[in-house]
């Protein structure tokens, strides 16, 4: 499939890479097996590689830093490693290519393993480097390099990365990165890992190495839409009375985003979008049906879908459970865009229930959008009416997760902003969406943690765009991934983080009361191992601690405007902030518990 080339932010010239300067070494031809592999990182592009420290892969750092100057990539050291996958994660979600990171053996190839699943549930390309204590018995130290050393180590991520390798020398570890890079930037995009013998990086060149003629060995796959299915979807397309489009994963192209919305209005076409993935229709546009949805439970999204005669899926998550929980009627027609079918495996189940289909198009769905908007002749006509003001709800004894989104709405005012993250209470109809970089979508794998890192990746291919990123974050997810921060202030990269604290794992608070309804139990205890309380963290204090500003709790309408005020300027000055709202447990009318509704029934 064709790779997917995003709108192409420039890489400005920023100061990150003053942080961290290396002495300058003397000879530098390559001359270990490391300083081969370290020159194709170059070869590729590769503008950083987020690292967490580890002996099995020091060939290759001292050649990152001592061959290459730590430059073209720059290392980004990180606390975690998976925090360092998720930095290449988020860095992905806005420039649409990969990054490198980097993680420690076995050992921390098991930190990231959530990271990585993250990455390949949001078809996210991320070029996983690992390493092994020598392959070889005889060059091991005694007991850690035993310990490091696993006969399969891409077997742990293998049922979710799209290829791994451990090559046996320097010239086949250089090939192997390049194929890497190359299978994780093809669509459907997706993490790819690769072990570095501990011995072979470290181990002088007995001849030097040609680095890899990266234009020729790793081409753009061809793979737009044939004309004779092109012609058959048209026909489909003009027979229908009510067409529905579902916007799914999508690309940061503008070129696509325009595509998309030129289709809908040329064929007057109501248009439906996932918040679990990242902006792909404009929210407030007269043909969006409803708000952005997490599930098709019911209300304007479910009733436009149930009376449609031709929906059109644009690599929608979960497209079978959508036109089930809608009940579309047996006689409409379906046509599904996706190359997704391509990465299924037997292992994760990801790949959601299958969903009846009259015309499979098996191709890159942006390149699709854009050639059934080129041969309909259809551009974006419509103009959106401003935006509706933020209007905050009547202020009660204590802030709602409302009152945080339209208090942070009116406190940006017409800032350009990129929402990197959201948390699991919100309301996709708070803040609307009319670019594709005005929401990046979640973390993909459903589990919490990932939201800070993701968040400083993309704020980092951020910077010089003239977008803010703002990530608003759980309190459970913001703890989880805080040490991201320090990465953030480290190496310079403005951004502000909210925090809708609840001092709870709420989502799991309506669990534990569901079961006890069902089993007749005391609902008044699903409190118990789920709130984080006596004492309560003081999450402005974390991000101080690692050189952020922190401002809060904030606990009253007038705290929170204050917050916002300063720590909007700290961010435009260039800095790090951080504002923990204090909000009372619960969801947005819309979102609530949606993802509990079968445990209720």
Not at 273 to 285: E, L, M, Q, R, Y
Not at 351 to 361: E, M, T
Not at 375 to 385: H, V
Not at 554 to 582: C, K, N, P, S, Y
Request: net charge negative; hydrophobic share 45%; charged share 20%.
């Amino acid at each position: 499939m064709t790779r997917r080339a995003s709108e192409q932010l420039p890489l400005p010239e920023t100061d990150e890479g003053a942080v961290e300067r290396p002495v300058r070494s003397g000879g530098n031809a390559a001359g270990f097996g490391s300083d081969a592999v370290a020159e194709t990182l170059r070869a590729l592009d590769i503008p950083y590689i987020a690292v967490n420290p580890g002996a099995s892969y020091r060939g290759l750092h001292d050649s990152l830093v001592n061959h290459l100057g730590n430059a073209q990539p720059q290392m980004l050291l990180c606390l975690h490693e998976e925090t360092a996958v998720a930095i290449a994660h988020g860095w992905a979600k806005v420039t649409g290519r990969a990054m490198a990171a980097a993680v420690h053996s076995n050992v921390g190839l098991f930190h990231a393993t959530m990271a990585i699943f993250n990455a390949w549930c949001d078809r996210m390309p991320v070029l996983v480097i690992g390493a092994t204590g020598p392959v070889d018995a005889m060059k091991r130290r005694p007991w850690i390099d035993w310990i490091h050393t696993a006969r399969d180590q891409g077997a742990i991520v293998r049922h979710y990365t799209k290829w791994d390798d451990q090559p046996a020398s320097a010239g086949a570890a250089c090939e192997s990165i390049v194929r890497a890079n190359w299978i994780a930037n093809t669509v459907p995009q997706g993490p790819t890992y690769v072990v570095l013998d501990a011995e072979m990086q470290e181990a002088k060149l007995q001849a030097p190495i040609a680095i890899p003629d990266v234009a020729r060995l790793a081409p753009p796959v061809a793979g737009g839409v044939s004309p004779a299915v092109l012609d058959e979807a048209l026909r489909l397309i003009k027979a229908a009375k009510a067409p529905v489009i579902l916007a799914g994963r999508a690309s940061r192209r503008i070129e696509a985003w325009n595509a998309r919305v030129g289709l809908a209005e040329a064929i007057k076409a109501r248009v439906l979008t996932d918040i679990k993935v990242g902006a792909s229709f404009p929210t407030d546009h007269p043909l969006h049906a409803g708000d952005p949805v997490m599930l098709v439970p019911g209300g304007e999204a479910a009733n436009v879908l149930a009376n449609a005669d031709l929906v059109i899926s644009f690599d929608w998550v979960d497209l079978g459970g959508a036109l089930h929980s809608a009940g579309v009627k047996p006689s409409a027609k379906v046509i599904q865009i996706t190359a997704d079918q391509q990465i299924h495996n037997g292992w994760s189940m990801d790949y959601q229930a299958l969903a009846p289909v009259d015309l499979f198009i098996g191709c890159d769905p942006d390149e699709t959008a854009i050639a059934l908007a080129k041969a309909m002749a259809a551009k974006p006509a419509a103009r959106l009416q401003p935006r509706a003001p933020a209007i905050l709800p009547p202020e009660d004894k204590s802030l709602s997760v409302e009152h945080l989104a339209m208090g942070l709405r009116r406190a940006l005012g017409e800032r350009e902003v990129a929402l990197t993250h959201l948390p699991l209470s919100w309301n996709g109809g708070w803040w609307p969406l009319r670019h594709p970089l005005d929401f990046l979508g979640s973390d993909g794998g459903g589990g919490i943690g990932g939201g800070p890192g993701i968040s400083v990746g993309a704020a980092l291919a951020l910077k010089g765009s003239g977008r803010m990123p703002v990530a608003i974050c759980g309190d459970g997810d913001f703890l989880m991934g805080n040490t991201a921060i320090w990465t953030a202030v480290h190496y310079r990269i403005p951004i502000l983080f909210v925090i809708a604290n609840n001092r709870s794992f709420f989502n799991d608070e309506l669990h534990q009361e569901r079961v006890a309804r069902m089993r007749d139990r005391p609902v008044e205890n699903r409190w118990i191992g789920q709130r984080m309380a006596d004492p309560e963290i003081d999450i402005a204090e974390m991000a101080h601690a690692q050189g952020a500003k922190g401002f809060g709790p904030v606990r009253t309408l007038g705290e929170m405007e204050e917050a916002f005020m300063q720590a909007i300027a700290a961010v435009e000055a260039g800095e790090v902030a951080v504002v923990d709202v204090r909000v009372e447990p619960g969801y947005a009318a819309a979102t609530t518990n949606v993802m509990l509704r079968k445990s209720a029934e």
